[in-house]
């Protein structure tokens, strides 16, 4: 009965705890984890009897944490930032073991074994931290926080092989083999599970789903997720590891969202032992002893860091919030320093006041990480008022003042694109371009760039955003798209703004800032397919035209009601349904073929009048009733959708005659 007793406390004290971090507008793990130190064992009164069963439990907790992260951070999302989430994150790691290996000899002043391990333990950020903590503030799905986790990521699949290397080194003779295993353990699971991923997992899915239970479909991906994780750590890998990798891999199937939405409630309160439980390992008698020394270690650490990890976001093209948010954020030091560490105690590679100081600097980590990701916005706004903004670079702009021009703000390749286009049809721009590396194509192309963050008032002014006629919000990053606008509007009241919609849920928040219009790229991309799939079928232009025109009237319509042109468009939207224009192809061997115009009868038996007939590129608009109609003419008809459709009935490719 101890573990039920245990269970109701700390699922109690988290309850308490998470209602006080959101009383104090704060992210519910910060309350966890408090709730953990005051119940741990280390601090009498109401406290758990068996922390290792807890612990237990808590570990699955982490396994279906990061599952779920995988699920939801899928490898394409990975893949479109890869420069700085690989590239960048492992210059990071890389650097960040001889910044921490110098800190733990100099601050803590232990040998060069255990302040390896501290090292390797802490050149990870805590990816479940950073999850939970953009995700209670609205802000996962944003750039900054897929910069962030895909580095965090990163970061945490190299921390493994480097431990298991550890282990190796210090535990037998060194060797090519000894080093080389762990390496290719790692690269061997993860081969394996991409090819299962893509193929065994989704069959167990598919022949589960059939059955149409969900009981069974949740008991089904948390036995795929937590006996991945057992497979790894068998393998002699990471539990954690295994089950990040199983969700990952699964992301990429047509499971993946199912499953995400299944074992969310499962997560939530497995998530809630571990974070608990991080609290409980805090001890405070060691940490008062060695106070100073905690303290000096975690903040130089998470500093230095966060400092890396910033460097590398600027260097590989991020601006705008990005670096600070990654100084900021990323301050959290992994949960798998707590799997590296109680490993090295295991194997005598650190002492027990050595892994408690270490311990509760990563818990100290955890529990200011959150707070501090709080002062993003307003330091960030602060750095704006201040002008401490990179130098405005410009090329292509044109020498004389712009007016009613458009101002392509957020950059990328979707304003390049765009900037073309205005170009041909002569109509003046600026892209103000917050990458470096997008910026030099946009050279490359020829195209009126600006270098800037699109919120700040002197690249607005550089841009002349205060004569603009129009505004296109090029990025779709919430936080980066609100100061824009405020910025913009400052400038100029009166400037129309475009803006697009990665979410559902964006549209409101654009709303809400007096955007009228709003383009949602999921949308936009269904009728393009549309439009190619009715095509490939055979379908007329002209219809396929007037169900698109139909489609985006049925979305745009409620945004486009404030101008009067369009409610007179809507008005006639009925008439345009009743009669249209209607473009068919005379074949040979038609009825009509080779006939006068008034001879094919087409208005007395079809009820349509022809408006024209296109011949060798010539267009006869009126044609009389004495024009011979010949294979190969385009007729203009003008009737209703019914006796558009007998037309085309009436004028398709005969049947070929056998030879």
Known sequence: MNIAIDLIIVVTAGLIGGIAAKKLNQPLIFGYIIAGIIIGPYTGGITISDVDQIAGLAEIGAALLLFSLGLEFSMKSIA???????????????????????????????????????????????????????????????????????????????????MVLLLG?????????????????????????????????????????????????????????????????????SFAFGAFMAGLVLSESDYGRRTLSDISSLRDVFSLLFFVSIGMLLDPGVLR?????????????????????????????????IPLAAFLTMTPISEIAFIVLQTAMTAGAMGRTEYSIALN???????????????????????????????????????????????????????????????????????????????????????????????????????????????????????????AIRSIRRRNRDVQILAWAAEAEDVSILRDHGVRHIVEPDFEASIEMARQTLTIFGMPATSVHREVASMRHAM?????????????????????????????????????????LAESKIRETLGVSVAAIQRSGELITNPGGELVLLPGDYICVVGTPEQNRRLIEFFKKPPQKNQ
């Open 80 to 162: 479109s930032i890869k420069g700085v989430t690989i590239g960048g994150g492992a210059i990071q790691v890389f650097i960040t073991l001889f910044v921490g290996y110098a800190l733990a000899r100099t601050i803590a002043a232990w040998g060069p074994v255990p302040s390896m391990w501290y090292t390797v333990a802490i050149v990870s950020s805590s990816t479940s931290v950073i999850m939970k903590t953009m995700s209670s503030r609205g802000q996962l799905g944003t750039l900054s926080s897929r910069v962030m986790l895909g580095m965090s990521i990163v970061q945490d699949i190299i921390v493994l092989p480097l």
């Open 169 to 237: 080194f210090f535990g037998t003779e060194l060797s090519v083999l000894g080093v080389a295993a762990p390496v290719l353990k790692v690269i061997g699971f993860v081969a394996v599970m991409v090819y299962a991923g893509s193929r065994v997992i989704p069959l167990v899915l598919k022949y589960v789903a059939g059955w149409e239970s969900q009981e069974l479909f949740i008991l089904t991906v948390t036995a795929l997720g937590l006996g991945i994780g057992y497979l790894t750590y068998a393998f002699g890998l």
């Open 289 to 321: 002893s060695h106070l100073l020394t905690t303290l000096l270690l975690m903040v130089a650490t998470t500093l230095s860091r966060g400092a890396i990890l910033s460097a590398m976001t600027y260097i590989f093209g991020y601006r705008n919030v």
């Open 361 to 483: 600097a990563v818990v100290l980590s955890m529990i200011f990480g959150p707070i501090v990701s709080g002062l993003v916005a307003p330091m960030y706004g602060i750095i704006k008022k201040k002008g401490i903004v990179s130098n405005v670079r410009s090329i292509n702009l044109p020498q004389s003042a712009l007016k009613d021009h458009v101002v392509l703000a957020g950059g990328r390749s979707l304003a390049r694109h765009l900037g073309v286009m205005l170009g041909r049809f002569g109509i003046p721009y600026v892209i103000i371009e917050p990458g470096h590396s997008d910026f030099l194509k946009g050279k490359e192309q020829g195209l009126s760039m600006l270098l800037g963050d699109p919120s700040q008032d002197v690249v607005l002014q550089a841009a002349e955003t205060g004569a603009a006629k129009l505004a296109v919000l090029t990025t779709s990053e919430n936080m980066g798209t609100v100061e």
């Open 556 to 596: 745009y319509s409620p945004l486009l009601e404030q101008f009067p042109e369009y409610k007179a468009m809507n008005g006639l939207q009925s008439s345009t349904n009743m009669i249209s224009l209607e473009w068919v192809y005379v074949h040979k061997g038609n009825a009509a073929a080779d006939k006068k």
